[in-house]
């Protein structure tokens, strides 16, 4: 079982940062990628940003020039740096995984966190 809990969500005013972290647990040895969604109130949850081991990103539109994701593999953590912050960007934001290298073969699973609340004040 893989248990993602994800850090670093606030308050923030109109232009400030703020960096969210995800820390992955359980019973694997490798994860494949890590990534970073959004859902704001009354809206579909949408893909931020997400990273592969190689270090290889994927950004969305939303989130190209003030967002940037990175990971740890030694630390199955992967980040969100935010930066420039706005109030559209009010939601509550969710770490994700797809798939893990665990007892010798590979599983294409899909690991969601429960999310945490990045509020941006005008």
């Known amino acids: 079982q893989v248990q993602l809990v994800e850090t670093g969500g606030g308050l923030v005013q109109t232009g400030g940062s703020l960096r969210l972290s995800c820390v992955a647990s359980?019973?694997?040895?490798?994860?494949?990628?890590m990534g970073w969604y959004r859902q704001a109130l009354g809206k579909e949850r949408e893909l931020l940003a997400n990273i592969n081991r190689g270090d290889n990103t994927f950004y969305a539109d939303s989130a190209k020039g003030r967002f940037s994701i990175s990971r740890d593999n030694a630390k199955n953590t992967v980040y969100l740096q935010m930066n420039s912050l706005k109030p559209e960007d009010t939601a509550v934001y969710f770490c994700s995984l797809q798939g893990i290298w665990a007892a010798g073969s590979y599983h294409d699973v899909g690991v969601w966190g429960n999310g945490t609340l990045v509020t941006v004040s005008s």
């Open positions: 359980g019973n694997f040895f490798r994860i494949n990628i």
